[in-house]
């Protein structure tokens, strides 16, 4: 299983653009990138999918270099409310390995 | 998209009793997951819950401490046994859909005194 690494926490302002970067050196060939988001007291939530390049959906864009070792997370404009906890998971599409959370990355954003 | 729901929201047992928690869903899903976050920190995988056959259990976790029952495609229940104060943790849900999306419970949260 690919292992990844992700800051342990990141302030932002409220109006910027936050990007959260994940490394996942040992990334396979058939492995996808996913990332959540969870609130406090809540279970993670989806945010976006991808294998390489963009991919942008209404929450957000994940960007991909060609090699496939790093991931970044894009929030456009962060708001009070996307203070969360944002985890980055790498692992077969079909879901039996795309199961294991790492650390994760504190966002708290500031008024 | 998969709604997922969890009884009870939460719970404070006594030691050396054992707690059943319930996850349903609102469609027929094949795979179900069962997670333990403790306090502060990541989400650890428990299991998963197979319909019709025992669950699989992930390295440190075994059947006697987390019996698990998936009865049919839209239901589970994880038990934990003889509990103890390092078993107080919230315990999730999850599944995952046709479109390879995970969708998580709201989470069940146990403490042990």
Redesign the interface.
């Known amino acids: 299983l690919a292992k990844t690494t992700q800051p342990i926490s990141m302030d932002s302002y409220e109006g910027q653009e936050v990007n959260i970067t994940c490394s996942h050196n040992n990334i396979a060939t058939n492995d996808?990138i996913?990332w959540?988001q969870q609130f406090p007291?809540?279970?993670?939530?989806?945010i976006i999918?991808g294998y390489k390049t963009k991919v942008t959906n209404e929450v957000a864009s994940l960007f991909i270099p060609a090699d496939r070792k790093s991931s970044t997370l894009s929030l456009p404009r962060v708001s009070l409310s996307d203070t969360a906890v944002y985890?980055c998971l790498v692992g077969t599409?079909?879901?039996?390995n795309?199961?294991?959370?790492?650390?994760?990355t504190r966002l708290t954003v500031i008024p | 998209s998969a709604v997922i729901s969890q009884k009870p929201s939460r719970d404070i047992c006594q030691r050396g009793t054992s707690l059943t928690i319930q996850c349903q869903v609102d469609s027929q899903v094949t795979m179900m997951f069962w997670y333990r976050q403790q306090p502060g920190q990541s989400l650890t995988l428990i299991a998963t819950a197979n319909q019709g056959s025992e669950a699989t259990y992930e390295s440190g976790f075994v059947i006697d401490k987390f019996p698990i029952s998936r009865p049919n495609l839209t239901f589970s229940t994880l038990t934990v046994s003889n509990m103890s104060p390092e078993d107080s943790s919230i315990y999730l849900c999850s599944v995952v859909d046709s479109f390879y999306e995970q969708y998580f419970g709201p989470g069940t949260r146990l403490t042990v005194t």
Do not use: H, K, V, W
Not at chain 1, 93 to 96: D, L, S
Not at chain 1, 98 to 104: E, I
């Open positions: 996808y996913t959540y007291s809540q279970g993670p939530r989806f999918q985890y599409q079909t879901g039996a795309n199961l294991f959370f790492g650390t994760g």
